[in-house]
Every structure is written in C-alpha cells, then in structure tokens.
T-cell receptor, first 112, second 114 residues
C-alpha cells in the first residue's frame, strides 16, 4: 500500500514549456486535490476532483489544468509555465470530501 | 474573512522540553479543526482532528485543545524529540454554500536541538 505517490519529484522548466505532474493513489479514495506550497504561505488549493471524470477549480486555478480519467490518477498540467509557478506541488486524496487528507511527497518545480 | 493565524512563526527548543503551538481562527461556521505535521521535504500528515464538541484530543506525545468560544486551538508537545522538528499546520474546515472548504494556516516551524 503506497498511499499517494507523485512523479516527478523535481523538475526544471524554461518559461513557456509545458509539463504534466502525475498523482496516483491506491486507497480507492473518491476525492483528490492539487495544492501548491510557497514560502511564507499556507497550502493553496489549485484544483480538486470529486470523482472520476469530474474536476473543479480551487483557490488558485489560473495557469493550470487537470484531468481525472481514472479514479486512482489525478493529473496537473501546466500548458505554458511561468516563473510565478515555481513552487512545491502536493497532491492529496481523501475518503470523504475535505475530510482527513493523505498527501503525497510533493513535486518541486523550478521555472526559469 | 475566514482566516487561520498560527503563532509563533518559528520556535527552537531543547530536546526533552515541552512546547505549545497556537492557532487562532476567524472561520464561521466552523466544522472541524485539524493539526498536520509536515517534515522537511515531505507532505503533511494528519495528527489530530477535533469537532465543535471536542475540547481535547491526544495522539501520543501530541495533545490538541480546542476552545470553540474563543476560536483558539493549541498543540502541546510533551518531552520533545529530535524527530519532532517539522512544520505544524493548523487547518480549519468551514461550511459554505458550496459544501466544505479548508482554510490552512501558514504553519509553525519547530526545531528541536540536542
């Protein structure tokens, strides 16, 4: 039981490049979330999903897109990366909506 | 405005000592409050969860208290260990028209030294 895993662990992008962050969970959780964490700020919700094929915007969705084609996977896409998207990205899942969340180890993204 | 404020921002204590971290919130209507521990380079891990009717919850050497009247919570760590060095995040759930939303505090960074 791996819990929540994220790939890649670290990535460097140039401004304007695109990439996809992958989150996978093996707990059969219905709900999944993408957060970003920046120094001096709390975790901020980017997008979330309440089930396979369903996604919704969080607090800071601009510049990101998501997809949940399979229940166990939640993808976060950056179509045209900007330096302001340099951050640590965390994926989480939960059995009930917004209840205790299980976080992945994070992806550190640097946009030059 | 729904806000969660944590204090202190950072704290350094000697191994074996006790410490208390504070969380004040202005969230309404309140649903529940959680404390998470986040080790450096890792994702947050849930420590405790308290609903409106609970005023204390323990998890080993961690004891969380909640005063829903004053909208304050504290996390007390007893006999600290080096492994307690981490960021501690207070998260409050608020009920709104869309359902439930989570308000995250910025965290308190605890350093335990030998």
């Amino acid at each position: 039981n791996a819990g929540v895993t994220q790939t890649p662990k670290f990535r460097v992008l140039k401004t304007g490049q695109s990439m996809t962050l992958l989150c996978a969970q093996d707990m059969n959780h219905e709900y999944m979330y993408w957060y970003r964490q920046d120094p001096g700020m709390g975790l901020r919700l980017i997008h979330y999903s309440v089930g396979e094929g369903t996604t919704a915007k969080g607090e800071v969705p601009d510049g990101y897109n998501v997809s949940r084609l399979k229940k166990q996977n939640f993808l976060l896409g950056l179509e045209s990366a900007a330096p302001s998207q340099t951050s640590v990205y965390f994926c989480a899942s939960s059995l009930l909506f917004q209840e205790t969340q299980y976080f992945g180890p994070g992806t550190r993204l640097l946009v030059l | 405005k729904n806000q969660v404020e944590q204090s202190p921002q950072s704290l350094i204590i000697l191994e074996g000592k006790n410490c208390t971290l504070q969380c004040n919130y202005t969230v309404s209507p309140f649903s529940n409050l959680r404390w998470y521990k986040q080790d450096t380079g890792r994702g947050p891990v849930s420590l405790t969860i308290m609903t409106f009717s609970e005023n204390t919850k323990s998890n080993g050497r961690y004891t969380a208290t909640l005063d829903a009247d004053t909208k304050q919570s504290s996390l007390h760590i007893t006999a600290s260990q080096l492994s307690d060095s981490a960021s501690y995040i207070c998260v409050v759930s608020v009920l709104n028209q869309a359902g439930t939303a989570l308000i995250f505090g910025k965290g308190t960074t605890l350093s335990v030294s030998s």
